[in-house]
């Protein structure tokens, strides 16, 4: 079964620096992988997606993530967070092989401070 | 273009009252997801429908109904409901059951149950 795992539940970083956001997943084959971000109160909005090909992707707000397979790591980065970054990222991993269904991390939260 | 909205925003039932959540899509959208979120977990998949008229178990189904009689509406029922099914409860949809395209999230239904 398809799992994912986030290391770290709460992180605090201050504005300007550079962030990374862990994820790691456990699929036998190649997986689709996810980075949602929900802000208090809202839905979850789709950061970036990766399916195939270049390994480094590129996704809304200045987000990008890397997917390594050595590693099962698809980690999300920034090289300077704005204070509306704060906010909850979650990692998901699908399957493009009979159980469609995307399979969510347990979410990191984001602290920024000035 | 309202996307994916959610009816209603919050409720407190007590134990063994009923409700229905409704969802409802204006993407025309064929696959719609319910989800609920609880602490310091990912977002795990009740029911879900890959058209109208259909629908089928997820990750967590039980205590829960659904149904899909129109294309653009998603209804999520608790028929006696319970303190464990304190949560907040996600509306998604999407254009096929491919995770190539992306799931769209409604703002999500605070539900507790005392």
């Known amino acids: 079964a398809q799992s994912v795992t986030q290391p770290d539940i709460h992180i605090t970083v201050s504005e300007g620096a550079s962030l990374e956001l862990r994820c790691n997943y456990s699929?036998?084959?190649?997986?689709?992988l996810f980075w949602y971000v929900q802000s208090p109160g809202q839905g979850l909005q789709l950061l970036l997606k990766?399916?195939?090909?270049?390994?480094l992707v590129q996704g809304i707000k200045g987000f990008e993530a890397e997917f390594k397979r050595s590693q099962s790591s698809f980690n999300l980065r920034k090289p300077s967070v704005h204070w509306s970054d704060a906010d909850e990222y979650f990692c998901?991993?699908?399957?493009?092989?009979?159980?469609?269904?995307?399979?969510f991390g347990t979410g990191t939260r984001l602290t920024i401070i000035p | 273009n309202a996307g994916v909205t959610q009816t209603p925003k919050f409720r407190v039932l007590k134990t063994g009252q009923s409700m229905t959540l409704l969802c409802a899509q204006d993407?025309?959208?064929?696959?719609m997801y319910w989800y609920r979120q609880d602490p310091g977990m990912g977002l795990r998949l009740i029911h879900y429908?890959?058209?109208?008229?259909?629908?089928a178990k997820g990750e967590v189904p039980d205590g829960y109904n659904v149904s899909r009689l129109k294309k653009q509406n998603f209804l999520l029922g608790l028929e006696s409901a319970a303190p464990s099914q304190t949560s907040v409860y996600f509306c998604?949809?999407?254009?096929?059951?491919?995770?190539?395209?992306?799931?769209?999230f409604g703002p999500g239904t605070r539900l507790t149950v005392t």
């Open positions: 990766y399916f195939s090909g270049d390994t």
């Open positions: 998901a991993v699908g399957s493009n092989f009979g159980n469609e269904k995307l399979t």
């Open positions: 699929y036998g084959a190649t997986p689709y």
């Open positions: 429908s890959v058209g109208e008229g259909t629908t």
């Open positions: 993407m025309n959208h064929e696959y």
């Open positions: 998604a949809s999407s254009k096929t059951s491919s995770l190539l395209y992306e799931q769209y």
